[in-house]
């Protein structure tokens, strides 16, 4: 499985937003269930 460019800009976007949510703790987002299933996501896995 080839990992193109646009699901590693994504990869990166998602590991943000989940690490300024461990941070902010507002929404839950820094979650393993929920940052895990989003990066499967854009896996496509």
């Avoid at 800009?9 to 300024?20: E, K, N, P, R, S």
């Amino acid at each position: 499985m080839e990992i193109t460019t646009l699901q590693i800009v994504l990869v990166f976007i998602v590991a943000c937003i989940a690490g300024m949510e461990s941070v902010l703790d507002e929404f839950q987002f820094h979650r393993p269930l929920i940052a895990c299933t989003l990066i499967g996501a854009v896996l496509g896995t």
